[in-house]
């Protein structure tokens, strides 16, 4: 039987997608989980707010300005988070949670006072917050930015690289930083573990983001771009494990796309 030459084959197979056929389908598998924007780098063909793939299927509602602004005007937690007293990176990572571990939004007051006082406590599991009266509000531990109003200000931007990475560029002292990110609407707490987490990735990356300063967030592979990633492997263990809520574990898309395993599927509602 006479066999066509590889080269052969390969231009037959694009004349006939040049005469109308239909291209091959996107695996739902492959696409990533985010809200791309202009600096993302990738389309929307390769990242989308849901994920689809085989039994694993999520899809979280757009959560309005309204609803963001009643999770600050509404709710007060109690206690308050204290602010930091030292730099977080000065001792390593704690330990990585158990598997299931969630971080909870517990009321301590009926539903008519305003604003309704609420504590964060950590459970074992959904199950177990779900029989306190809790409202799992991300997964994994909680820490100093698993607040309601800092839960408000990551679905208000679905792009925070950009204004954070401002506000370390524009005001580089640690002072300047905190109050530049408390300007963005994060609580003190929450605003001191990202200040933390920008001095800690300008000391170990600063090199790497300078020659990746004009490049988008996601490669045309999906991968992060060395900034990203630097800041990741440097400055993530330690910020996740202070600041406790991170927009993965949270269930929100934003303009950094990522693969779908990585994200938890989680709706918030707080009765």
Known sequence: MLRR????????????????????AIDPCSVLFGRPNANTGLGSDRCQPS??????????PAYDAAFAQSLVDDWRPSPPFAELTGDPYAAPPPAADPPGTVCG??????AGTKPRP??????ASAAEASAAGAAVTHFGHCGVCSTLQDLAVYMSHDDLTAP??????????????????????????CAEAW???TQN????????????????????DGSLNPCIACD???????????????????????????PCSEVQPLVHAYP
Not at 105 to 110: E, G
């Open 5 to 24: 030459p590889a080269t052969l084959l390969s231009l037959v197979g694009l004349a006939a997608l040049g005469c109308g056929a239909a291209a091959p």
């Open 51 to 60: 994920c689809s793939c085989g039994a694993s299927t999520f899809a979280p």
């Open 105 to 110: 939004v517990l009321p301590l007051a009926t």
């Open 118 to 123: 609420y504590a964060l406590v950590t459970y």
């Open 164 to 189: 954070v990475r401002a506000c370390g560029m524009t005001a580089p002292a640690f002072d300047g930083d905190v109050a530049c990110l408390v300007g963005l609407g994060f609580d003190l707490p």
């Open 195 to 197: 200040a933390y987490d």
């Open 201 to 220: 990735t300008r000391a170990e990356c600063l090199s790497v983001c300078l020659a990746a300063l004009n490049q988008p967030y996601n490669l045309p």
């Open 232 to 258: 990741e492997e440097k400055s993530g263990p330690v910020f996740q494990a202070v600041a406790g809520r991170t927009r993965r574990n949270s269930g929100l898309p934003n303009a950094i796309c990522r």
